[in-house]
């Protein structure tokens, strides 16, 4: 039977009280959708709003583009999806085999607390449904309780984008949350690679990848816990 993948992103656009824009990083949606494809799964598209995922502008620079952005930009049926994706609210966890949430700053402000987003990752692991998250969208994971309440991640090997990174990107003192922080807060065994270099963290059900690098090899990370 096909494997149904749901990939849930952001619906916010603004960089806080910058006036930049923000949003979905788009090689952290484009690597792992096209890892799915090629894998023959099925992939649902969502976002707190429902309809048109904002991008992340600095991810469409030419310094940012990937083989898999560039095969997005080509990509009239992908192109269309990210533009009509379902409101997160109308999403069933039993409808799929696992959730997967790509980055971008947008994530720090409409996933972070997101409730339908925390009663959908609860309800995947309770079902024993592997979860993904990478770069920024690990955050999404700070709320999740596991048994008796407390922390799911509590105890277990996470990663995201790290302190070093955003300190880097000159964004620290911008965001509402740094993720490092609230994955360590919630008891997340938290490690990193350098600044921007690959690394993904498997504990269970949980898979998490640090950073734009780490996209393609978090969804390659998924797909194999899905085959188990």
Known sequence: MTKRILMVMTSHDVLGDTGNKTGLWLEEFASPYYAFVEEGYSVTLSSPAGGEVPLDPNSLADDALTDATRRFADDERARSALASTIALKDV?????????????????????????????????LKAAKPVGAVCHAPIVLKDVKGEEGKAYIDGKEVTGFSNAEETAMELDSVVPYLVEDELRASGGKFSSAGNFEPHVCKSDLLITGQNPASSKPAAEALIARLAQ
């Open 92 to 124: 069933r966890a039993e409808e799929f085999d696992a959730v997967f949430y790509p980055g971008g700053h947008g994530p720090l402000y409409d996933l972070a607390d997101n409730r339908d987003s925390i009663n959908l990752i609860e309800n995947m």
